[in-house]
T-cell receptor, first 112, second 116 residues
Framework: KQEVTQIPAALSVPEGENLVLNCSFT??????LQWFRQDPGKGLTSLLLIQSSQREQTSGRLNASLDKSSGRSTLYIAASQPGDSATYLCAVRGGSNYQLIWGAGTKLIIKP | DTEVTQTPKHLVMGMTNKKSLKCEQH?????MYWYKQKAKKPPELMFV???????INESVPSRFSPECPNSSLLNLHLHALQPEDSALYLC???????????????FGPGTRLTVL
């Protein structure tokens, strides 16, 4: 059974720092991996989608990598800003019904 | 336009009420999803519609009844809910639900439901 883990559960860093969020999964047979951002009480915003055949995707200050063999993905945020404060969730598409299997999220706080 | 809209934003209902949640997208997506999210938890999949047909029901109680009137609209009919059903209900859509291709899911802002 596929399990997705995100460590750490919470992270607080000063503004301007580069940071890495981690996502690991137990079964390498995935179709894609998606990173989302969620602000408190709001919906989810899709940040990046990485197909199983890809190694990384970039959007602005965000870069996501995927290493299927080791069951890992990282989300790199460059030059962090207070507006980046949110909960970041990763989800892999796989499992018995090919739907998204979610990590519990990392709550990120960027201190001004 | 990558927008999924949901109405209402907030809903308070009693256990004997009947209400409906609505979701709409105009991206030409043929797969639409309902999720339930409790505080500080990831979303839980409830239903998947693919080409207007219900393809996945994750053993959701019958007090939740989905409906897909057309390719742009998705409803969730609520009846005789329990207080533990209080949650954020999220709608999402993707190009389709087949295994190939990107299948990126786009989410709406959610409906905050409170059952008294």
């Amino acid at each position: 059974k596929q399990e997705v883990t995100q460590i750490p559960a919470a992270l607080s860093v000063p503004e301007g720092e580069n940071l890495v969020l981690n996502c690991s999964f137990t079964d390498s047979a995935i179709y894609n991996l998606q990173w989302f951002r969620q602000d408190p009480g709001k919906g989810l915003t899709s940040l990046l989608l990485i197909q199983s055949s890809q190694r990384e995707q970039t959007s602005g200050r965000l870069n996501a990598s995927l290493d299927k063999s080791s069951g890992r993905s990282t989300l790199y945020i460059a030059a962090s800003q207070p507006g980046d404060s949110a909960t970041y969730l990763c989800a892999v598409r796989g499992g018995s019904n090919y739907q998204l299997i979610w990590g519990a999220g990392t709550k990120l706080i960027i201190k001004p | 336009d990558t927008e999924v809209t949901q109405t209402p934003k907030h809903l308070v209902m009693g256990m004997t009420n009947k209400k409906s949640l609505k979701c709409e997208q105009h991206m030409g997506h043929r797969a639409m999803y309902w999720y339930k999210q409790k505080a500080k938890k990831p979303p839980e999949l409830m239903f998947v519609y693919s080409y207007e047909k219900l393809s996945i029901n994750e053993s959701v109680p019958s007090r939740f009844s989905p409906e897909c009137p057309n390719s742009s609209l998705l409803n969730l009919h609520l009846h005789a809910l329990q207080p533990e059903d209080s949650a954020l209900y999220l709608c999402a859509s993707s190009q389709d639900n087949s295994l190939g291709g990107q299948r990126e899911q786009f989410f709406g802002p959610g409906t905050r439901l409170t059952v008294l």
